[in-house]
């Protein structure tokens, strides 16, 4: 899965711009223009880092960014046109990574939220394989016993979520919420029906176990392997 950024900034043009951006640095992202939204934003979207401006209608910055600290230490980069070392020296000690002012170039902005995410020991191994299963995250591309899985886009989603999460009971609201990102118009149904297919295109090997009245569990002995 790609790491997902929250931009919380009420200026649109340069929201459209970061998302733009961070999308060809092939991030997902999402967009949150009122302070007033950023916190139920931010527990339903469950991102890896959050890109957060101080002046923003309804609740500022610091007031959101002192209620997410209070639970996580996501990695959080203040964006702000607020740039005397006071504004700094506050954001920080309230609990902010990192602090850009603006004006500032986007491809340093990713380049700092590339290193925030290093540093989150976010980056996943490429390769790694289980039972006959072989499977390339970046390229999204899965075989078995050498022969090519035809995984769709959401199936293998659904594989990687397993695997970056061995041994741990997964719901299917955590399933459903990591890979459809809260559809609205969704059915948890829509999980089973995943699985089923990943279960019937790779047979005696998937890995996936179910557990009843929990969810499921991925059970596969996972190894790196170099690409």
Same mark, same amino acid.
Request: aromatic letters at 8%; one cysteine or more; a neutral charge.
């Given at each position: 899965?790609?790491?997902?950024?929250?931009?919380?900034?009420?200026?649109?043009?340069?929201?459209?711009?970061?998302?733009?951006?961070?999308?060809?640095?092939?991030?997902?992202?999402?967009?949150?223009?009122?302070?007033?939204?950023?916190?139920?934003?931010?527990?339903?979207?469950?991102?890896?880092?959050?890109?957060?401006?101080?002046?923003?209608?309804?609740?500022?910055?610091?007031?959101?960014?002192?209620?997410?600290?209070?639970?996580?230490?996501?990695?959080?980069?203040?964006?702000?046109?607020?740039?005397?070392?006071?504004?700094?020296?506050?954001?920080?000690?309230?609990?902010?990574?990192?602090? @850009? #002012? +603006?004006?500032?170039? /986007?491809?340093? &902005?990713?380049?700092?939220?590339? %290193?925030? =995410?290093?540093?989150?020991?976010?980056?996943?191994?490429?390769?790694?394989?289980?039972?006959?299963?072989?499977?390339?995250?970046?390229?999204?591309? @899965? #075989? +078995?016993?050498?022969? /090519?899985?035809? &995984?769709?886009?959401?199936?293998? %989603?659904? =594989?990687?979520?397993?695997?970056?999460?061995?041994?741990?009971?997964?719901?299917?609201?955590?399933?459903?919420?990591?890979?459809?990102?809260?559809?609205?118009?969704?059915?948890?149904?829509?999980?089973?029906?995943?699985?089923?297919?990943?279960?019937?295109?790779?047979?005696?090997?998937?890995?996936?176990?179910?557990?009843?009245?929990?969810?499921?569990?991925?059970?596969?002995?996972?190894?790196?392997?170099?690409?």
């Amino acid at each position: 899965m790609p790491a997902k950024i929250l931009i919380i900034e009420d200026n649109p043009d340069l929201s459209k711009m970061i998302d733009l951006y961070l999308k060809k640095s092939n991030y997902a992202s999402k967009i949150c223009a009122s302070g007033g939204h950023a916190i139920n934003i931010y527990e339903e979207f469950g991102p890896d880092l959050i890109l957060l401006d101080l002046m923003l209608p309804e609740i500022n910055g610091l007031e959101i960014l002192a209620e997410i600290r209070l639970h996580s230490t996501i990695p959080i980069i203040i964006i702000s046109a607020k740039e005397s070392e006071r504004d700094r020296i506050t954001g920080l000690k309230l609990g902010a990574d990192d602090y @850009v #002012t +603006k004006p500032f170039s /986007l491809k340093e &902005l990713i380049a700092r939220v590339d %290193a925030h =995410l290093r540093r989150q020991n976010y980056q996943i191994t490429p390769m790694v394989s289980y039972n006959d299963i072989s499977i390339n995250l970046l390229a999204q591309k @899965v #075989t +078995k016993g050498g022969r /090519l899985v035809n &995984l769709t886009t959401k199936e293998f %989603a659904v =594989l990687q979520f397993f695997v970056e999460h061995p041994a741990q009971v997964l719901s299917k609201e955590q399933i459903y919420n990591q890979v459809w990102s809260y559809d609205q118009f969704g059915d948890l149904n829509t999980v089973t029906i995943h699985i089923q297919k990943i279960r019937e295109k790779m047979p005696n090997t998937h890995g996936i176990t179910t557990v009843r009245g929990s969810g499921y569990r991925f059970d596969g002995e996972l190894h790196e392997k170099k690409s």
